[in-house]
């Protein structure tokens, strides 16, 4: 018996080290089938007492060690699992009653019950745990001072299975498990014969320990809440599509839909959400318009574009805003940058210096390494909108004196990137 006890244990253990590569799948939608981790390794030890089957005149102590049970056990769904497992019991004669020495082996399978997940306990707790188990084996009784040979037996178990979560790999437990066996025929002191029928053996085990969880998913299935894993998805998916929703540049077309998610300011767009540019001359039509309005001498016929843009660029119209002690663009100033690209691109023969400033608040030469790394942040988003590094020169000016250093909104307006063309 102690071979084919010594046989399950490795069976056990070679069933977990191929589990540990198992992965719960989704063939269908990730909300109709979440992925949970399915198995796990339990190893206990602690006290036992044979409550029946005992020889008069011998005893063993109220609980007494030494009790040990390793198991592997398989969860279907949150809910239900198999565990198969072996345990060891020894049993030894109280202080001033006759000496005995006895081993107590056994295999059973049983069927699990998590009671944390029937009973929602995941509404008050994600700590603690409950499993209920139950099932059947096959026993071995041994004893080195009484009869020889072995006593094979039969046996039923159920127990319950306290858990505490230690965390998404690692659960302490501690379980009371009662034994029954049947056909036994010699008592556990192996000093006498059972006189009770057929179910003759009672065995008590209380055990601490601690359940190994097994799997690449984050939680088990002992900890899985597929209500709460549903609602969380469930949000994820409103999330994505109020972030999808957004409109960034305020152009009425939604950042899911927009080619150009950086609009300037107030121009018209097409369905796409970029400007409307009709001569392609890098310049959106409705700006144009109104520098042709704006800056347009009387009696020409053609108003001067490219100077007036680059009048606006020089004459600080056009920066990038940054937030505190940031050198990441904001969102609604990429436009900025992508005014400069345009006039750039359409004016191959120009360069242009990007100019790094940050407001009065801490140390003056951390501003002006922070000036620099905003003109930095600016140059990199121009080279990768394609245009050549060579043709952009970064400036750090540092701190920008200008404004009442006490006031929070005017210091927003001087954490920014400034462009001269030339």
């Not at 699990?112 to 009784?141: D, M």
């Not at 034994?179 to 003759?200: A, C, E, M, W, Y």
């Not at 939604?254 to 890098?282: C, R, W």
């Not at 436009?335 to 801490?362: M, Q």
Request: no cysteine.
């Amino acid at each position: 018996m102690k071979k084919k006890l010594a046989s399950v244990s490795l069976l056990l253990l070679s069933i977990a080290a191929s589990a540990q590569n198992t992965t719960t799948t989704s063939t269908q939608s990730s909300i109709d089938k979440p992925a949970y981790n399915k198995w796990s390794i339990e190893l206990n030890g602690g006290l036992n007492k044979p409550m029946r089957a005992m020889t008069p005149g011998y005893s063993t102590e109220s609980l007494s060690a030494f009790h040990a049970d390793l198991g592997a056990r398989y969860m279907f769904n949150p809910k239900f699992g198999l565990k198969l497992d072996v345990g060891y019991d020894q049993f030894q004669e109280r202080k001033d009653t006759p000496e005995f020495d006895s081993k107590y082996y056994r295999a059973s399978l049983q069927g699990v019950i998590n009671l944390g997940r029937a009973l929602n306990f995941e509404t008050w707790t994600n700590t603690f745990g409950l499993l209920a188990h139950g099932g059947f084996g096959v026993s071995q009784l041994s004893s080195d001072k009484g009869f020889d040979g072995k006593d094979y037996m039969a046996h039923g178990i159920m127990g319950l299975t306290g858990q505490v979560r230690l965390s998404n790999r690692v659960a302490l437990t501690g379980d009371l498990t009662g034994i029954v066996n049947g056909r036994q025929n010699h008592n556990f002191d192996g000093k006498g014969v059972p006189t009770t029928g057929s179910l003759d053996g009672v065995l008590l085990n209380a055990s601490v320990g601690l359940t190994f969880y097994l799997g690449k998913n984050t939680k088990h299935a002992d900890w899985y809440s597929e209500e709460n894993e549903r609602l969380n998805k469930l949000e994820d998916r409103v999330n994505t599509i109020e972030t999808n929703l957004i409109d960034t540049d305020k152009d009425g077309v939604a950042d899911l839909y927009d080619l150009e998610p950086n609009t300037i300011s107030g121009v018209a767009v097409n369905t796409k959400g970029q400007s409307i540019d009709n001569n392609q001359n890098g310049v959106p039509d409705e700006l144009e318009s109104y520098l042709d309005k704006t800056y347009a001498k009387k009696g020409s016929e053609v108003a001067p574009t490219n100077r007036t843009v680059e009048e606006l660029i020089n004459g600080g119209y056009v920066n990038v805003y940054f937030d505190f002690n940031s050198s990441k663009p904001t969102n609604t100033s990429l436009s900025g940058v992508d005014f400069l690209v345009k006039y750039l691109k359409n004016n191959p023969g120009k360069s242009a210096d990007i100019i790094g400033y940050a407001d009065e608040i801490g140390n003056s030469s951390y501003n002006t390494e922070l000036s620099r790394k905003r003109a930095e942040a600016v140059k990199k988003i121009a080279t990768n909108a394609g245009i050549d590094a060579s043709r952009l020169n970064v400036i750090a000016n540092g701190e920008d004196t200008s404004v009442n250093k006490n006031s929070k909104e005017a210091r927003q307006i001087v954490r920014r990137v400034t462009f001269q063309v030339k």
